[in-house]
């Protein structure tokens, strides 16, 4: 009879029970190695992808063969004129309101002057006295040029004393030079006639030239005073026939800005386009705004262009081929003036000294130093020197060779 136990089916069972849960056991461990292996290589490769910085490539472009600038101008009239009072008195009739259309010459106000007329007619009655004044100087003068002569015969004759001579001499040339003053006065009071006769005239305020009223300021029964342009203008009239558009252009877009240069006009509520040529240029620049201004003229047959309004000035303007566009987001602002960081073939960064021409907002102009064929990051780091490997968004990174013999290993 043998010694061995007999094994009951519950025995069996934990013995099964107990084989599965080392199993599990062993299953859970190599799991978990597994789990960290594959973790440290996932944490080392994207360590390393870290330390190399991924960029965005952008390239260097020409320009359009014609280039279009856009800014804001000032509508004028080819001619403005102020007309002011040069007559003191009332307004007594006005013909012309605003946006009549006149002709040179047109009366457009009337202005009673009273005192001025008066001044008028005063000076000419002084006038008629001092011609009189003349007749009689005239006359006394002959008187005392036949008194001389007669006297002067007595004398050699010895009828007649030497100083009745010399008397009736002295007074015939003192006559004569009465007359000459007489004379002088009567000149000089026609002056005084005509300069108030001159201002009788400014009594009308009529139109300098063909144009429009653009503005009126006074009214029947208003007391105006002759003052020049100190005072208040009476009336505006406008020369719309061809209208002047001023500009402040920046300095960078000077060069271009020649006589002859096309340019489209839009004014905010109208459909119509004008257009207009530029004519010529202040040839300063205003130091605070480093624009200068430069004057457009714009044919305005049918008057639908109005001084005073704003314009949009869009100049067409004939683009340098030779010239390269870069976004502005490539440029590098170093001690040594403007760059750009270039990735070679090898992946690595190359700088480049670079020559700006003028700022587009979004691009600049590139002078020299780039080439059609140059890879340029965008947004560069600023800690970027050459000879930094770089990986490109987008391309497919370079294999970890640590990474690899790690996963071989296992």
């Known amino acids: 009879m043998s010694s061995e136990p007999v094994k009951t089916p519950k025995s069996r069972r934990v013995l099964l029970i107990g084989c599965a849960v080392g199993v599990a056991a062993i299953g859970l461990a190599v799991s978990g190695i597994m789990d960290r292996a594959k973790s440290k290589q996932e944490l080392e490769t994207w360590t390393n992808e870290q330390a190399v910085p991924t960029v ?106 030497q100083q009745q001579g010399d008397t009736d001499r002295l007074t015939a040339a003192s006559r004569i030079a009465a007359l000459e003053v007489a004379r002088a006065n009567v000149t000089a009071q026609q002056a005084v006639v005509s300069r108030l006769e001159e201002l009788t005239r400014f009594e009308q305020i009529t139109a300098p030239f063909d144009g429009i009223v653009t503005a009126r300021t006074v009214d029947i029964g208003d007391l105006v005073n002759a003052g020049g342009t100190s005072g208040k203008a009476l009336f505006q009239v406008s020369d719309v026939h061809e209208m002047r558009i001023y500009v402040n252009v920046p300095q960078a877009f000077l060069g271009v800005m020649k006589p002859g240069i096309k340019a489209t006009l839009e004014l905010p509520g109208q459909k119509e386009r004008f257009e207009a040529t ?133």
């Open 278 to 410: 530029l004519v010529s240029t202040a040839n300063a620049i205003v130091e605070n705004s480093r624009t200068a201004l430069v004057e457009l003229q714009a044919p305005n047959p049918d008057g639908k262009l109005w001084p005073g309004a704003f314009a949009e000035v869009h100049f067409h303007i004939p683009s340098d081929p030779e010239t390269l566009r870069v976004p502005a987001t490539a440029l590098i602002f170093g001690p040594n003036g403007m760059s750009v960081a270039a990735v070679n073939k090898d992946s690595k960064v190359e700088l480049k000294q670079v020559r700006v021409g003028r700022n587009l907002g979004d691009d600049v102009e590139i002078r020299s130093g780039v080439s059609l064929s140059d890879r340029l990051i965008d947004n560069p780091l600023e800690s970027l020197a050459s000879g930094d490997v770089v990986q490109v968004a987008g391309a497919s990174p370079a294999p970890n060779k640590e990474a690899s013999r790690a996963e071989t290993a296992m």
């Open 56 to 161: 965005r490539l952008v390239q260097a472009v020409h320009g359009p063969s014609n280039e279009r600038l856009v800014l804001p101008g000032n509508v004028s009239a080819y001619y403005t004129g102020s007309l002011f009072a040069r007559a003191s008195g009332y307004v007594t009739v006005w013909n012309k309101d605003i946006g009549a259309h006149v002709k040179k010459g047109d009366v457009l106000a009337v202005i009673a002057a009273p005192d001025l007329d008066q001044q008028l007619a005063e000076a000419k009655a002084q006038l008629v006295q001092m011609q009189a004044a003349v007749t009689q100087a005239q006359a006394n003068a002959d008187l005392g040029r036949v008194t001389d002569q007669r006297t002067s015969r007595l004398v050699a004759q010895g009828w007649s004393s």
